[in-house]
Protein backbone atom coordinates (compact mmCIF):
# COMPACT_ATOMS: atom_id res chain seq x y z
CA UNK A 1 0.00 0.00 0.00
CA UNK A 2 1.33 3.59 -0.69
CA UNK A 3 2.24 5.57 1.88
CA UNK A 4 1.36 9.38 2.70
CA UNK A 5 4.26 10.99 1.06
CA UNK A 6 3.81 9.15 -2.11
CA UNK A 7 -0.09 9.81 -2.22
CA UNK A 8 0.34 12.94 -1.84
CA UNK A 9 3.48 13.50 -4.47
CA UNK A 10 1.21 11.79 -7.37
CA UNK A 11 -1.65 14.19 -6.16
CA UNK A 12 0.87 17.12 -6.73
CA UNK A 13 1.29 15.69 -9.94
CA UNK A 14 -2.31 15.83 -11.23
CA UNK A 15 -2.25 19.20 -9.75
CA UNK A 16 0.72 20.33 -11.81
CA UNK A 17 -0.54 18.53 -15.09
CA UNK A 18 -3.85 20.30 -14.85
CA UNK A 19 -2.45 23.57 -14.55
CA UNK A 20 -0.04 22.93 -17.20
CA UNK A 21 -2.66 21.96 -19.37
CA UNK A 22 -5.14 24.21 -18.15
CA UNK A 23 -2.79 27.33 -19.37
CA UNK A 24 -2.31 25.27 -22.44
CA UNK A 25 -5.31 25.83 -23.58
CA UNK A 26 -5.73 29.15 -22.43
CA UNK A 27 -3.37 30.55 -24.58
CA UNK A 28 -4.63 28.38 -27.21
CA UNK A 29 -8.31 29.44 -26.80
CA UNK A 30 -6.96 33.07 -26.45
CA UNK A 31 -5.09 32.94 -29.51
CA UNK A 32 -8.19 31.72 -31.70
CA UNK A 33 -9.90 34.59 -30.30
CA UNK A 34 -7.65 36.79 -31.35
CA UNK A 35 -7.55 35.56 -34.49
CA UNK A 36 -11.33 36.11 -34.39
CA UNK A 37 -11.77 39.32 -33.40
CA UNK A 38 -9.33 40.29 -36.23
CA UNK A 39 -11.45 38.49 -39.13
CA UNK A 40 -14.59 39.85 -37.65
CA UNK A 41 -13.13 43.44 -37.27
CA UNK A 42 -14.24 43.98 -40.54
CA UNK A 43 -17.29 42.02 -41.44
CA UNK A 44 -20.92 43.49 -40.89
CA UNK A 45 -23.07 42.14 -37.92
CA UNK A 46 -19.34 40.93 -36.41
CA UNK A 47 -20.60 41.64 -32.94
CA UNK A 48 -23.79 38.71 -33.05
CA UNK A 49 -21.25 37.07 -34.48
CA UNK A 50 -18.70 37.62 -32.03
CA UNK A 51 -21.08 37.01 -29.11
CA UNK A 52 -22.45 33.55 -30.80
CA UNK A 53 -17.95 32.30 -31.17
CA UNK A 54 -17.61 33.24 -27.72
CA UNK A 55 -20.41 31.57 -26.39
CA UNK A 56 -19.45 28.59 -28.39
CA UNK A 57 -15.33 28.65 -27.13
CA UNK A 58 -16.57 28.80 -23.45
CA UNK A 59 -18.89 25.75 -24.18
CA UNK A 60 -15.92 23.99 -25.89
CA UNK A 61 -13.41 24.94 -22.52
CA UNK A 62 -15.82 23.61 -20.38
CA UNK A 63 -16.22 20.37 -22.61
CA UNK A 64 -12.78 20.11 -23.20
CA UNK A 65 -11.96 20.37 -18.99
CA UNK A 66 -14.74 17.89 -18.20
CA UNK A 67 -13.18 14.74 -20.68
CA UNK A 68 -9.49 15.94 -19.23
CA UNK A 69 -11.12 15.52 -15.84
CA UNK A 70 -13.30 12.58 -16.26
CA UNK A 71 -10.71 10.57 -18.66
CA UNK A 72 -7.67 11.25 -15.77
Same mark, same amino acid.
Do not use: C, P, Y
Given at each position: ?10 ? @?? !??? +? ?5 ? #???? %??? @?? !??? +? ?5 ? #???? %? ?25
Amino acid at each position: MASVEQRNARL @DA !VVH +ATEAWAD #RRTR %EFE @DR !VAS +AKKILKG #RTGS %ERLAAASSQAAAELVVNEIDDFLLTS
